[in-house]
């Protein structure tokens, strides 16, 4: 397998997610073409679509080689398989209900994996123009600026991100109700954005200090993940441990 230049993929991916950022601003202020997927609460717009069309195009162009995992061409019967090969695994628009509802918590998720490893991560949200940068071993930053996860050890006095999710299978919703009513009384707070990724994003920068997500998938967290990383916390799968 050719050497990755990090550097170079996290340049022409930051290029490339600004101006998809560009089409997300716009867009978030319009009226949208809605679609639902896996529930009724799990939606797909024209501008998810175009999104990952004009990244995956870019990166393609780029680096003819790699691989890609996108939400929306895994929806539309894309593999999602994970190889050694570099791979961007891309979320176009992170938090679609809120981007539904111009609810400005929503982002532009773009991670490369090398080897099963990450490398680069970005996280945009174009709205509040907040851009997360992360390359393997050189630290995270918001806009420029190096981020730490808050360090924050005790429960009491945790600010803790989860959400629903958008499954309304019956067992799964009684399941993160429950993690929630237990949780609840032992937290500092309890917050939901709506998107897995700018959750992710928050703990790195220690704008809180704990995110847990019940059925996320790859593209949620490929580049929070990094993110939280290079930031110094930790990231655990609960299915790998379970394992
Ligand atoms: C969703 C959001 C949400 C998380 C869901 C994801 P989408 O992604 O990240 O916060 O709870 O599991 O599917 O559908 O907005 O890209
Ligand atoms: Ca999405």
Redesign the pocket.
């Known amino acids: 397998m050719a050497e990755v230049d990090a550097q170079k993929c996290f340049d022409v991916a930051l290029d490339l997610v600004k101006q998809a950022g560009k089409v997300v601003r716009e867009a978030i202020k319009k009226k949208k073409n809605i679609e639902t997927?896996s529930s009724a609460v799990?939606?797909?717009t024209e501008s998810?679509k175009a999104v990952e069309k004009m990244l995956i195009s870019g990166l393609s162009e780029a680096f003819p080689d790699h691989k890609f995992i996108g939400?929306e061409s895994v929806s539309a019967g894309e593999k999602c398989v994970l190889t050694d090969e570099p791979t961007w695994i891309i979320?176009p628009?992170?938090?679609?209900?809120?981007?539904v509802h111009s609810f400005p918590y929503?982002c532009i998720s773009v991670g490369l994996w090398v080897k099963k490893e990450a490398l680069v991560g970005v996280v945009y949200n174009p709205v509040l123009e907040q851009m997360f940068t992360a390359i393997k071993g050189q630290g995270a930053f918001l806009n420029g600026e190096k981020l730490s996860v808050s360090g924050e050890k005790d429960l009491g006095q945790a600010l803790v991100f989860s959400?629903?999710?958008?499954?309304r299978d019956q067992e799964k919703v009684n399941t993160v109700l429950t993690n929630i009513t237990n949780l609840m009384p032992k937290v500092h707070g309890f917050r939901s954005?709506?998107?897995?990724?700018?959750?992710m994003a928050y703990v790195a920068l220690s704008a809180a200090d704990a995110y847990f997500?019940?059925?996320?998938?790859c593209?949620?967290t490929a580049a929070g993940f990094l993110l939280v990383k290079e930031a110094g916390g930790i990231v655990i799968d609960t299915e790998v441990f379970a394992g």
């Open positions: 997927k799990d939606l797909v998810d939400e979320d628009i992170d938090g679609t209900m809120n981007f929503t959400e629903m999710g958008t499954s954005m709506g998107s897995a990724a700018m959750h997500g019940f059925g996320a998938h593209w949620d």
